[in-house]
């Protein structure tokens, strides 16, 4: 778990490149086939790739998104007049209108675990940490520090980490489709045990890490899992390697409390 230890525009319309053809493609949804737009979707990709990867140079992104350079410069050129990406030295990286939206992200369920996570970290006595799933990492959503102990960890909200990695990644991972799991082990050190821990979270529905992001930061981590079965958040407590010993205990309060934000959420 990373954290910090304390003391006190066009509808249905898709330009191809050379062509000034506009497009629109069917997909398969819940309820039937629906058109989409095809630039759209480009954008939206394209966007995705520099947030995880970036700064991206015009041609890295139009490789990342299998797309005609020419697109993915128009692309970027129209994210960037929209300050949703801005161009540096390195290349392409996210732009302060993604930092604008970003406090409406998540609003529904910040307000469902805020009140649940204060109080948590009242019986705990430890740092409660709600993560959120962005791609291939897990990002802070929002923590509920502990005020018991002199030492205690924290997190930053927003800062993010790989899938792979510490308790609330775990307990993402374990919950994604296997297309989303083969890309987040791509660079694991060993897909093989990757896959046995992955198992090992699904069978026992939490996950544990420790010493993994931070040295002396323990964590236990439980999935969110909504009724549609979609995982899209974690639920935490985070603690010192010198209460790491009482995690276990907390298990049972921790999944009841991931239980009552899932009903909240409906």
């Known amino acids: 778990m990373l954290g910090k230890m304390y003391f006190l525009p066009a509808q249905n319309g898709y330009e191809a490149a050379g062509a000034g053809m506009a497009c629109a493609a069917a997909v398969m949804g819940e309820k039937g086939l629906v058109e989409i737009s095809l630039t759209g979707d480009q954008m939206l990709t394209v966007l995705e790739v520099v947030a995880s990867d ?16 020419t697109v993915a410069h128009r ?14 030295e390195d290349g392409y990286m996210i732009g302060p ?50 005020q018991q102990h002199l030492v205690r960890v924290e997190h930053s909200p927003g800062s993010r980490h790989k899938l792979s990695q510490g308790a609330s990644g775990w307990s993402l991972l374990a919950f994604q489709s296997e297309k989303t799991i083969a890309r987040a082990l791509k660079k694991a050190v060993s897909e093989a045990d990757a896959r046995k821990r992955i198992e090992a979270v699904r069978a026992e529905g939490y996950a544990i890490s420790h010493d993994e992001l931070q040295q002396g930061v323990h964590g236990i981590a439980v ?17 010192p390697s010198v209460r790491a ?3 276990p205990d907390q298990l049972k309060a921790l999944k009841a409390a991931a239980d009552e934000i899932v009903a909240a959420l409906g």
Do not use: F
Not at 54 to 69: M, Q, T
């Open 54 to 69: 970036g700064p991206l140079s015009a041609a890295e992104v139009a490789r990342a998104c299998d797309i005609n350079r």
């Open 97 to 146: 209108a993604v930092l604008r939206l970003a406090p409406a992200a998540d609003a529904d369920l910040r307000r469902a675990a805020k009140p649940v996570m204060n109080r948590l970290a009242r019986e705990t006595g430890e740092t409660i940490v709600l993560h959120g799933l962005d791609n291939l990492e897990a990002v802070v959503i929002e923590q509920s520090p502990g």
């Open 245 to 247: 010993g009482s995690l």
């Open 75 to 88: 692309l970027l050129t129209t994210l960037a007049q929209r300050s949703y990406v801005r161009r540096g």
């Open 223 to 239: 999935p969110l899992v909504e009724r549609s079965g979609r995982c899209q958040a974690s639920l935490a407590i985070l603690a």
